[in-house]
C-alpha cells in the first residue's frame, strides 16, 4: 500500500542534475510508487552559478510535464518545491517571497555547501522561521562540520529547523563518512522526516534499500515516523508529529 510521502527528488526533467528526459521522469515516479511512495514533491535545484532557476522558470518546468506525469495512473501524486542552496543571492530570495516552498508554504528545503556553512545560520534559519516557514536541512548526514560534530545539527533543530535523511546514504550511495554520519545522526534521533533524493531510475532501489536498513534496526513505526508523519507535519507547518 502506498502511504509514504517524499519531501525531495528530482524528477522534472531537463532543470538540472536530475531526470534528463519525460521518460526517465516516468521511471522514477513509477519506481518510487513501487516503494510505497504516495505523494512525491518535486524539488529541483536553485543554485545560482551552477543552476540558474529562479522560481518562475521551476515552475514553468515543472508546469510543461505535471499533466503528462500526473496522468500515469501506475504513479504518486506530485507537487512542486525547490532545493534551495543557502547562499546569499537564495537566502535574500527567500526574504522577498522569490522562493519555492513546500505547498502550504509552511516549510523550505534548504542545501548548504559541503565543507562549511554560512556565518550566522542560527540567526538566519531564525529569521526564516520567523516567517512562517519550518527550515528543513537537506541531507545533513553529507556535511563535513556535521559529520565531525553531530551536536552542530542539535543547535540548529533547536533554533526551529528540521533535518531530512536521504535514505540511500544508510545504504553507501554517498561514501563511508556519509554513511556513518547517517546512522549517527539516526541513533540520536535528530532526523524529523526521511526522503529519496532520487535523481535516476536506478536511485530508487538504494532508497527500498535504505528503507529496508531502517526496518531492520528500528523498526516499522520508526519507517512510519520519518515517511509519513514526518513529512505531513513539515507541510502543515509542526514540528509535532
Same mark, same amino acid.
Given at each position: 500500500?502506498?502511504?509514504?510521502?517524499?519531501?525531495?527528488?528530482? #524528477?522534472?526533467?531537463?532543470?538540472?542534475?536530475?531526470?534528463?528526459?519525460?521518460?526517465? /521522469?516516468?521511471? @522514477?515516479?513509477? &519506481?518510487?510508487?513501487? +516503494?510505497? #511512495?504516495?505523494?512525491?514533491?518535486?524539488?529541483?535545484?536553485?543554485?545560482? &552559478?551552477?543552476?540558474?532557476?529562479?522560481?518562475?522558470? $521551476?515552475?514553468?518546468?515543472?508546469?510543461?510535464?505535471?499533466?503528462? %506525469?500526473?496522468?500515469?495512473?501506475? &504513479?504518486?501524486?506530485?507537487?512542486?518545491?525547490?532545493?534551495?542552496? #543557502?547562499?546569499?543571492?537564495? #537566502?535574500?530570495?527567500?526574504?522577498?517571497?522569490? *522562493?519555492?516552498?513546500?505547498?502550504?508554504?509552511?516549510?523550505? %528545503? %534548504?542545501?548548504?555547501?559541503?565543507?562549511?556553512?554560512?556565518?550566522? @545560520?542560527?540567526?538566519?534559519?531564525?529569521?526564516?522561521?520567523?516567517?512562517?516557514?519550518?527550515?528543513?536541512?537537506?541531507?545533513?548526514?553529507? =556535511?563535513?562540520?556535521?559529520?565531525?560534530?553531530?551536536?552542530?545539527?542539535?543547535?540548529?533543530?533547536?533554533?526551529?529547523?528540521? +533535518?531530512?535523511?536521504?535514505? +540511500?546514504?544508510?545504504?553507501?550511495?554517498?561514501?563511508?563518512?556519509?554513511?556513518?554520519? *547517517?546512522?549517527? %545522526?539516526?541513533?540520536?534521533?535528530?532526523?524529523?522526516?526521511?526522503?529519496?533524493?532520487?535523481?535516476?531510475?536506478?536511485?530508487? /532501489?538504494?532508497?527500498?534499500?535504505?528503507?529496508? =536498513? @531502517?526496518?531492520?534496526?528500528?523498526?516499522?513505526?520508526?519507517? &512510519?515516523?520519518?515517511?509519513?508523519?514526518?513529512?505531513?507535519? $513539515?507541510?502543515?507547518?509542526?514540528?509535532?508529529?
Amino acid at each position: 500500500m502506498q502511504r509514504f510521502v517524499d519531501l525531495h527528488c528530482h #524528477f522534472v526533467p531537463g532543470i538540472d542534475d536530475g531526470a534528463r528526459t519525460i521518460e526517465e /521522469s516516468r521511471q @522514477i515516479l513509477s &519506481g518510487l510508487f513501487h +516503494a510505497g #511512495f504516495a505523494k512525491v514533491v518535486a524539488t529541483p535545484h536553485m543554485r545560482p &552559478g551552477l543552476f540558474d532557476n529562479d522560481c518562475e522558470q $521551476l515552475r514553468h518546468a515543472y508546469a510543461l510535464v505535471e499533466g503528462d %506525469l500526473s496522468a500515469n495512473l501506475q &504513479g504518486p501524486e506530485i507537487a512542486l518545491s525547490a532545493e534551495h542552496y #543557502f547562499d546569499d543571492v537564495v #537566502f535574500a530570495r527567500i526574504l522577498a517571497g522569490k *522562493a519555492v516552498p513546500y505547498p502550504n508554504g509552511k516549510a523550505i %528545503l %534548504l542545501e548548504f555547501y559541503e565543507s562549511d556553512f554560512p556565518f550566522s @545560520i542560527d540567526q538566519r534559519l531564525a529569521d526564516i522561521a520567523r516567517r512562517g516557514m519550518i527550515p528543513v536541512i537537506a541531507h545533513p548526514e553529507r =556535511y563535513q562540520p556535521i559529520a565531525k560534530t553531530p551536536e552542530i545539527l542539535e543547535r540548529l533543530l533547536d533554533v526551529g529547523a528540521a +533535518a531530512l535523511l536521504d535514505l +540511500a546514504a544508510l545504504v553507501g550511495k554517498y561514501g563511508r563518512r556519509a554513511t556513518k554520519t *547517517a546512522e549517527e %545522526l539516526l541513533e540520536r534521533g535528530l532526523y524529523f522526516a526521511a526522503c529519496s533524493d532520487a535523481h535516476r531510475p536506478n536511485d530508487v /532501489s538504494e532508497v527500498a534499500r535504505g528503507i529496508e =536498513y @531502517i526496518v531492520k534496526h528500528y523498526g516499522d513505526d520508526e519507517v &512510519g515516523a520519518l515517511l509519513v508523519d514526518g513529512p505531513a507535519a $513539515l507541510l502543515a507547518g509542526t514540528l509535532s508529529r
